[in-house]
């Protein structure tokens, strides 16, 4: 509240639209995976349990790294649709975007929270993500203080990043230590796949963006839609197809389970 006017609806704007893809994915990743995780813990198969986790972690990345390309790319887009209207203006939508980039640097720690939460509860261990939840809080008000007076607003938004950041990182030190590995050569594999597909992706947006603003009307809801939404579907089309010929494993998987789901259907009377 001290950094200046609208400052609390900016940070609380760029918030909410960020908690959608935190709760579609990381959330129901972590809700779906706990009832696995526990029996397991029950029936102390610890190479299953870091099986499970591993391969949670890596459908979470899937999906989340692509989110944070296009909520880093295409941040003024997603704002301007979503709240552009009344007296939201432009600056605005740029100062609620800026607070959504901060907020999207740390979509991976934010999703993988939860799990490894959770993995925590089915050990019957609540004290360890208690006590990393406060001190990530500590640290979270002391970047806050510090930052606002650099980035303002944008900065208690980095802040809050950093803190989760460093709270996954804790979080993956403590749980490491209690059940051993958590398979992270595949990890690596995995993610060095992601990542270059995401770098095609996000030189793939970036480069038409800007055709695609001088096809539509820039001063219209609609167009400022159709060119979000034509190059965030057209740069997920790209993230997939190279995924499937790096052969990822995770798009293998989601492949085969949306076959599987189609059939179901179909054979449905």
Same mark, same amino acid.
């Given at each position: 509240?001290?950094?200046?006017?609208?400052? $609390?609806? #900016?940070?609380?704007?760029?918030? /909410?639209?960020?908690?959608?893809? $935190?709760?579609?994915? !990381?959330?129901?990743?972590?809700?779906?995976?706990?009832?696995?995780?526990?029996?397991? %813990?029950?029936?102390?198969?610890?190479?299953?349990?870091?099986?499970?986790?591993?391969?949670?972690?890596?459908?979470?990345?899937?999906?989340?790294?692509?989110? +944070?390309?296009?909520?880093?790319?295409?941040?003024?887009?997603?704002?301007?649709?979503?709240? !552009? =209207?009344?007296?939201?203006?432009?600056?605005? +939508? @740029? /100062? +609620?975007?800026? *607070?959504?980039?901060?907020?999207?640097?740390?979509?991976?720690?934010?999703?993988?929270?939860?799990?490894?939460?959770?993995?925590?509860?089915?050990?019957?261990? *609540?004290? *360890?993500?208690?006590?990393?939840?406060?001190? =990530? &809080? @500590? $640290?979270?008000?002391?970047?806050?203080?510090?930052?606002?007076?650099?980035?303002?607003?944008?900065?208690?938004?980095?802040?809050?990043?950093?803190?989760?950041? #460093?709270?996954? =990182?804790?979080?993956?030190?403590?749980?490491?230590?209690?059940?051993?590995?958590?398979?992270? /050569?595949?990890?690596?594999?995995?993610?060095?796949? #992601?990542?270059?597909?995401?770098?095609?992706?996000?030189?793939?947006?970036?480069?038409?963006?800007?055709?695609?603003?001088?096809?539509?009307?820039? +001063?219209?809801?609609?167009?400022?839609?159709?060119? !979000? &939404? %034509?190059?965030?579907?057209? !740069?997920?089309?790209?993230?997939? *197809?190279?995924?499937?010929?790096?052969?990822?494993?995770?798009?293998?998987?989601?492949?085969? =389970?949306?076959?599987?789901?189609?059939?179901?259907?179909?054979? %449905?009377?």
């Amino acid at each position: 509240s001290t950094v200046g006017v609208g400052s $609390i609806a #900016i940070f609380n704007f760029a918030n /909410n639209i960020q908690q959608f893809p $935190i709760g579609i994915i !990381g959330i129901s990743f972590a809700i779906a995976a706990f009832p696995t995780l526990s029996q397991f %813990v029950a029936e102390r198969k610890k190479e299953q349990l870091s099986e499970l986790l591993s391969q949670a972690i890596r459908q979470i990345l899937f999906f989340m790294i692509p989110l +944070t390309i296009i909520f880093l790319l295409l941040r003024a887009q997603i704002v301007r649709v979503i709240l !552009g =209207s009344g007296e939201f203006n432009w600056t605005d +939508t @740029i /100062n +609620t975007a800026n *607070t959504l980039a901060f907020f999207a640097l740390s979509f991976f720690a934010q999703a993988l929270a939860p799990l490894l939460m959770r993995a925590f509860f089915a050990l019957h261990d *609540t004290w *360890t993500p208690f006590i990393v939840g406060i001190a =990530s &809080a @500590i $640290i979270n008000i002391f970047l806050g203080i510090y930052l606002k007076n650099i980035l303002g607003v944008s900065g208690l938004a980095l802040a809050f990043s950093i803190s989760m950041t #460093i709270q996954l =990182s804790l979080l993956w030190l403590f749980l490491r230590k209690k059940i051993g590995n958590l398979q992270e /050569n595949k990890l690596l594999q995995s993610l060095n796949k #992601i990542s270059f597909a995401a770098l095609i992706m996000a030189i793939f947006i970036q480069f038409i963006k800007n055709p695609l603003a001088n096809m539509v009307d820039m +001063t219209r809801l609609w167009g400022i839609f159709t060119q !979000g &939404a %034509v190059a965030g579907i057209f !740069g997920l089309i790209i993230y997939g *197809t190279i995924c499937y010929l790096l052969k990822l494993e995770e798009i293998i998987q989601l492949r085969a =389970s949306l076959e599987k789901r189609f059939l179901k259907l179909k054979n %449905v009377p």
